[in-house]
């Protein structure tokens, strides 16, 4: 009797679990954040934000998917190695102002809220990238960059990345990434006045061999920063990153 009452249950039973499947799956999927999700959709941009958008022909989808992760204010892009402080306000000296965005991340944020977006953003074309690392030093906030290119060296262009430290101006510095780039596929995730940083992609690259290579482009990673090729060969295997920085 109950082996026959098991069999005849069994159809509920399936039943009961699928629907329980079923029904996980929607509150999941409603917990997900997606493009087309009403907190994006439904995002209502300010006056100043939609200004910034009919200006630089900007998708207004750019700014509602920022705002997912961030609610700091969205300027026009303005950027300068140079900054005076005068009665605690903060000015840029010389500053390049370009068709994109910029705004503010704390330090422990920042990399993530790039991570996020960096493939929608592609898709769409733009790039989003670490504008300034502050490294939370008083606290100071990150500074994140958004322009309308999906072209790493067009951005180091535009924002004229160099090692003039070293004798390396804006060309000489695009052709050497170029020259990286062939060998261990390169992804711009931050890129300034004096540093870039990139995602590397080869899955079979000689750690050791790009730091020897790194090292006679930008010393100061190692010099500065690592300590030895050996470590610095160790810090990139160990994050997938390609940073150079001239002091």
């Known amino acids: 009797m109950g082996l026959f009452s098991y069999h005849n249950d069994q159809p509920f039973i399936k039943m009961k679990?699928?629907?329980?499947?079923?029904?996980?799956?929607?509150?999941?999927?409603?917990?997900?954040?997606?493009p087309n999700s009403p907190k994006v959709s439904g995002y209502q941009l300010t006056?100043?934000?939609?200004?910034i958008c009919d200006s630089f022909g900007f998708d207004q989808g750019i700014f509602r998917l920022i705002r997912?992760?961030?609610?700091?204010?969205?300027?026009?892009?303005?950027?300068?190695?140079?900054?005076?402080?005068?009665?605690?306000?903060?000015t840029e000296s010389d500053p390049i102002h370009l068709r994109g965005l910029v705004f503010t991340e704390k330090?422990?944020?920042?990399?993530?809220?790039?991570?996020?977006?960096?493939?929608?953003?592609?898709?769409?074309g733009y790039s989003i990238f670490l504008l300034e690392n502050n490294f939370n030093i008083d606290n100071e906030p990150d500074h994140i960059g958004v322009l309308k290119t999906t072209d790493?060296?067009?951005?180091?262009?535009?924002?004229?990345?160099?090692?003039?430290?070293?004798?390396?101006?804006?060309?000489?510095?695009?052709?050497?990434?170029?020259?990286?780039?062939?060998?261990?596929?390169?992804?711009?995730?931050?890129?300034?006045?004096?540093?870039?940083?990139?995602?590397?992609?080869?899955?079979?690259?000689?750690?050791?061999?790009?730091?020897?290579?790194?090292?006679?482009?930008?010393?100061?990673?190692?010099?500065?920063?690592a300590g030895t090729i050996k470590e610095l060969a160790e810090e990139m295997k160990r994050t997938g990153r390609l940073y150079f920085w001239w002091d």
Request: net charge negative; aromatic share 14%; charged share 20%.
């Open 152 to 225: 790493k060296y067009a951005v180091l262009k535009q924002i004229v990345t160099n090692g003039i430290n070293y004798d390396i101006d804006n060309d000489s510095l695009i052709s050497i990434i170029k020259s990286f780039d062939k060998k261990y596929a390169l992804e711009l995730i931050g890129a300034s006045g004096d540093w870039c940083e990139f995602i590397i992609h080869n899955e079979n690259t000689d750690w050791m061999q790009l730091a020897k290579e790194a090292y006679k482009v930008c010393p100061d990673i190692v010099d500065q920063g």
């Open 107 to 124: 330090n422990a944020k920042s990399y993530d809220l790039i991570f996020n977006l960096k493939d929608n953003f592609r898709a769409n």
């Open 17 to 34: 679990l699928y629907l329980s499947i079923f029904v996980f799956t929607i509150i999941l999927l409603q917990g997900c954040t997606t």
């Open 68 to 90: 997912i992760y961030n609610d700091h204010k969205i300027e026009p892009f303005h950027y300068s190695l140079g900054k005076t402080y005068v009665n605690g306000v903060q």
């Open 47 to 51: 006056e100043s934000e939609k200004a």
